[in-house]
């Protein structure tokens, strides 16, 4: 499975941005799809899941309410809607794909990785 994700960019605080991710390689509605994030000098974390038909999602608390994941499966590809971004949510973000199974936060439960793209919210 190769995962390719794009969107990222610079934005100032209040903004907003759509992260995407497509897959190929696999049968996409058999991958539960993640976004994790890494900002600087900090560990990878957790940020959004959803399972395979997009009925079931999950976020972590900080961006609840401002960060929308969802999935279309005649396109390959998963998003990360975020809005009212601040300068902490700056971080190379990663789509991330498990075969089946979604949902977990632990980033060893995924079996393939983007390469990530680099947001930036400056204040």
């Known amino acids: 499975v190769q995962l390719q994700a794009s969107g990222g960019g610079l934005v100032q605080a209040g903004g907003s941005l759509r992260l995407s991710c497509v897959a190929s390689?696999?049968?996409?509605?058999?991958?539960?799809m993640a976004w994790f994030r890494r900002g600087p000098g900090k560990e990878r974390e957790f940020v959004a899941g959803?399972?395979?038909?997009?009925?079931?999602?999950t976020y972590r608390d900080s961006v609840k309410g401002r960060f929308a994941i969802t999935r279309d499966n005649a396109k390959n590809t998963a998003y990360l809607q975020m809005s009212s971004l601040k300068p902490e949510d700056t971080a190379v973000y990663y789509c991330?794909?498990?075969?089946?199974?979604?949902?977990?936060?632990?980033?060893?439960?995924?079996?393939?990785w983007g390469q990530g793209t680099l947001v930036t919210v400056s204040s």
């Open positions: 991330a794909a498990a075969t089946g199974k979604y949902g977990s936060s632990v980033f060893t439960s995924y079996d393939y």
């Open positions: 390689g696999r049968t996409f509605s058999d991958l539960g």
């Open positions: 959803i399972s395979f038909g997009g009925g079931v999602t």
